[in-house]
């Protein structure tokens, strides 16, 4: 399979057809960093089947998801609307089908964006960061969360493919060059169940300048 293949709208929702991909609730450093905050408005990039978008919406948070899986995206609306109709929904996630690198989003609309285990070709993860850069509100956080390069030979899981893997240094730049303040960096060690060795994460936290 070619690599655009590999990573087509088509493969996803032959992936995301078979059942969800991933574990449930957020990623560890996604509720470290976020459970703090007070509820506001959320862009959930790449949101995949929704696990950190209906849980920021369960949290109070007005999400944006934004996936180009229909499958995956229609997976993680029936989530959100069963929760709510369970009135265990304070917040709300408006869904929807579309090319991350390519969306424009309604600048300085989120008070958080979240790219979580986004791994494009670099051309498009840079566009997609800078579109992603652009949703930040004033005084808001943006918050990366990725396989990092060096997971590849020293982490677990994640892409085999070098070029698709996330860098602190590359990401960082992108957002400094995007107007964002980096306030964090760093690889993080996160353990992973019944493998022998921790996955390694690129953290980059950024925030716009309040105005
Ligand atoms: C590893 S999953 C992560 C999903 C979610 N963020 C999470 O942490 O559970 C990667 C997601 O990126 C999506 N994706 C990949 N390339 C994309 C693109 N160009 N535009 C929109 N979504 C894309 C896939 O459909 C998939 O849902």
């Not at 089947?49 to 919406?57: F, I, K």
């Not at 579309?98 to 285990?117: H, I, K, N, Y």
Request: charged share 20%; with cysteine; aromatic share 4%.
């Amino acid at each position: 399979m070619t690599s655009s293949a590999r990573g087509s709208a088509a493969a996803w929702d032959a992936r995301y057809a078979a059942g969800s991909p991933w574990p449930q609730g957020p990623n560890v450093t996604v509720h470290e960093v976020v459970a703090p905050l007070p509820p506001g408005r959320a862009r959930d990039v790449a949101c995949g089947d929704g696990r950190h978008a209906v849980w920021l919406a369960g949290l109070g948070w007005q999400v944006e998801a934004v996936d180009f899986s229909a499958v995956a995206v229609e997976r993680g609306r029936r989530t959100a609307e069963s929760l709510a109709s369970e009135g265990a929904l304070p917040g709300s996630v408006t869904w929807r089908v579309a090319d991350v690198s390519a969306d424009r989003p309604e600048p300085a609309s989120a008070d958080l964006v979240l790219l979580a285990f986004l791994h494009l070709p670099p051309d498009q993860a840079m566009a997609a960061l800078e579109l992603s850069a652009q949703a930040v509100a004033p005084g808001g956080l943006l918050l990366l969360v990725g396989h990092d390069r060096t997971n590849l030979d020293h982490g677990t899981g994640g892409p085999r493919h070098p070029e698709v893997l996330t860098d602190a240094e590359v990401v960082t730049t992108a957002l400094r060059a995007a107007g964002l303040l980096v306030e964090r960096a760093e690889v993080v060690t996160r353990p992973v169940e019944g493998a022998d060795r921790p996955a390694l994460d690129t953290v980059v936290l950024a925030r716009r300048p309040a105005e």
